[in-house]
């Protein structure tokens, strides 16, 4: 599976992938998706949102387990964020079938759209859909870097726009969700553990800055009659590093566009978008009021005018305690059935990256499994995961999916 899946969206140049919601290369991910859901003999559809589920049981019946991730990436990303949970959902249920186990609950596996918000710059899309934390009015205003909306781009592909909205039944048939990622981090690199559960996901948004001066020659234009947005936007970008850093939170500028974009022109408008995360809501506060200050005062001295708009937000996922801790009785041998304990710890871990099971968990019972990640490096074509440690996240998920799905 991995071997087929890999070559799909690979940028020749960079070595990073480019599955961007909607284009060919989503296509080439969605198609091979159906062909692994038909080489099982499972049920599959697509629900109003695109997004796509393989089934096995009734996908009317309820209290279904359900697994999976996304196939989407950031702009030249790694190969495993996203796609190693899919994988190793289809792994997990050929390793429950070769157990031999009898299922008695629905399960289903996953692939959420646009998870990563790389085209239309809000994350978990699909998900946000089905669960009502977006509506219909606002994911049809969203609009890529060449202005196509997401209605357009979804017609495009064959799929239905006029369709999409929240999907409350499907949700309350759903009694538990089960996300395995790579970790986005290095927390169990320093344990020496393959494989963590996730206690929570941090706070976390993004804010575009607008910096808007006066555009005009680079090379007659004294310095001193210049109305540069580049040097209040980099002013900011080092405000939110000093920020970050008193506040132990994470702030980043990863994005910006420029206008008129000329090598010899003063800019008009340089637009930036603010990533920041943080352990708790008040921290994240502080830091994100603490950058919008600083970028104000830079602005009002150099005569910038200022737009701060807040494009996405996600409060503290923390998850649910009782599925948590029955994912942790489950991989230490504890289950239900009085399996003698293992002895093997499985460490409990916070994430500052979001999740399709973070935006879920307001309607589903939700739990995350992370597989090792040796460097920590992540949304980059450096990021990795080991065989064995693959391998571990796939059994665990198999033991998790048995002890929920055949009791």
């Not at 289903?108 to 809000?122: S, V, W």
């Not at 064959?158 to 996300?179: K, N, S, T």
């Not at 920041?276 to 910038?304: K, N």
């Amino acid at each position: 599976m991995w071997r087929e899946l890999a070559p799909l969206g690979r940028d020749a140049g960079s070595g990073g992938y480019r599955r961007h919601a909607w284009t060919a290369a989503d296509a080439e991910c969605r198609a091979w998706f159906r062909e692994q859901v038909e080489a099982r003999g499972l049920g599959y559809e697509v629900d109003r949102n695109g997004n796509q589920w393989a089934w096995l049981g009734d996908p009317l019946g309820p209290d279904a387990v359900v697994t999976g991730s996304h196939l989407d990436s950031v702009p030249d990303g790694g190969a495993f964020d996203g796609p190693l949970g899919v994988v190793s959902s289809f792994a997990a249920l050929d390793e429950l079938r070769a157990r031999g186990a009898r299922f008695t609950r629905p399960l289903a596996i996953a692939n959420f759209g646009d998870e990563e918000g790389a085209r239309f710059g809000l994350a978990c899309v699909g998900s946000r859909l089905a669960a009502g934390q977006l509506t219909v009015d606002q994911a049809h205003r969203l609009r890529d870097a060449a202005g196509v909306t997401l209605p357009q781009a979804m017609a495009a592909a064959g799929y239905d726009p006029d369709a999409i909205g929240p999907d409350p039944e499907r949700l309350a048939r759903i009694g538990a969700f089960v996300e395995l990622h790579v970790e986005q981090g290095r927390a169990l690199d320093l344990t020496g553990d393959p494989v963590g559960i996730a206690s929570a996901i941090w706070p976390h948004g993004r804010w575009r800055y607008d910096f808007r001066g006066e555009a005009n020659h680079a090379g007659t234009t004294r310095l001193a009659d210049r109305r540069d947005p580049m040097l209040t936007y980099a002013e900011t970008v080092l405000a939110a590093r000093r920020e970050a850093e008193l506040t132990g939170a994470l702030a980043t500028f990863g994005k910006v566009a420029v206008e008129p974009n000329g090598v010899n022109a003063i800019p008009s408008l340089v637009r930036g978008w603010l990533d920041s995360r943080a352990a708790d809501q008040a921290t994240l506060d502080a830091v994100v009021s603490g950058i919008e200050r600083a970028a104000r005062e830079h602005a009002e001295r150099a005569g910038i005018d200022l737009d701060v708009v807040r494009e996405s937000f996600t409060p503290v996922v923390d998850f649910q305690h009782a599925l948590r801790d029955e994912l942790r009785a489950i991989l230490t041998g504890r289950a239900r059935g009085g399996a003698a304990d293992t002895g093997r710890a499985v460490p409990v871990l916070g994430t500052g990256a979001g999740h399709d099971a973070g935006i879920l968990s307001a309607s589903v019972p939700t739990a995350m499994l992370f597989v090792r990640n040796p460097t920590g490096i992540s949304h980059s074509p450096a990021e990795h995961a080991a065989e064995d440690d693959c391998a571990a996240g796939v059994t665990a998920l198999a033991d998790v999916l048995e002890g929920l799905a055949c009791r």
